[in-house]
């Protein structure tokens, strides 16, 4: 099944919104929450992770808010451009025992932003 | 410093006919995962290696094999191709180790007709 489930599967904002994915899971072992960027015909990027000791985690443009209790993580990218139209991916992992560093993968939501 | 590196970037291949993909982690990295993302989906996991050990396998049948050399270069194999087996494989490349970053590689795709 579905480890980590992502909506919404498409977005469409305008050139300046601010455009929000979200995710959740069910594994509480999980312990590692990347998020990828992903163009056409190209690999997945690593965009920016965050870790459960925080809620919240900032990189330039985007940011990622984390709820524990909730299980649920989501990625906000701040005044949107162009550029930022691609696939994104969220991803969780383990960071102990036998699984470390295998990722589960969202099922990713297609971003377009209108200039 | 290189990437990952993969090869070939694409390829074309008949039913029934075999495949190897090959990738090249970043400098020092000693762990190699392969994952298979189809058109519209995230990837899947296939393998994992570590230390040229096998560390995890994901739900794939046994016509997938990979390996992991001693310069931790891996190659992923792929036998009697189904047109199901057409996608975009992505090698991803880590230390293995507890608070590493896993980066991807840009992928090759196999065509099966």
């Known amino acids: 099944q579905q480890q980590v489930k992502q909506s919404p599967q498409s977005l469409i904002v305008q050139k300046g919104g601010i455009p929000i994915i979200n995710c959740a899971y069910e594994?509480?072992?999980?312990?590692?929450f990347p998020w990828y960027q992903q163009f056409p015909g190209k690999g997945p990027a690593l965009l920016i992770a965050?870790?459960?000791?925080?809620s919240e985690k900032k990189e330039g443009r985007f940011t990622i808010s984390f709820n524990k209790s909730a299980k649920q993580f989501s990625l906000h990218i701040m005044d949107s451009q162009p550029g930022d139209s691609a696939t994104y991916f969220c991803?969780?992992?383990?960071?102990?025992?036998?699984?470390?560093?295998?990722?589960?993968f969202g099922r990713g939501t297609q971003l377009t932003v209108w200039p | 410093d290189a990437g990952v590196t993969q090869s070939p970037t694409h390829l074309i291949k008949t039913r029934g006919q075999q495949v190897t993909l090959r990738c090249s982690p970043i400098?020092?990295?000693?762990?190699v995962s392969w994952y298979q993302q189809v058109l519209g989906q995230g990837p899947q996991f296939i393998f994992q290696?570590?230390?040229?050990?096998?560390?995890g396998r994901g739900n794939f049948p046994d016509r997938f094999s990979a390996r992991q050399f001693p310069n931790y270069s891996s190659e992923l194999n792929v036998n009697a191709l189904l047109l199901g087996d057409s996608a975009l494989y992505l090698c991803?490349?880590?230390?293995?180790?507890?608070?590493?970053?896993?980066?991807f590689g840009e992928g090759s795709w196999l065509t099966v007709v």
């Open positions: 991803a490349s880590g230390t293995g180790k507890t608070g590493n970053t896993i980066y």
């Open positions: 594994n509480t072992a999980f312990d590692y």
């Open positions: 965050i870790r459960p000791d925080v």
């Open positions: 991803a969780a992992s383990m960071e102990r025992g036998s699984t470390l560093g295998r990722l589960y």
């Open positions: 400098s020092g990295h000693k762990s």
């Open positions: 290696y570590y230390e040229k050990e096998e560390r």
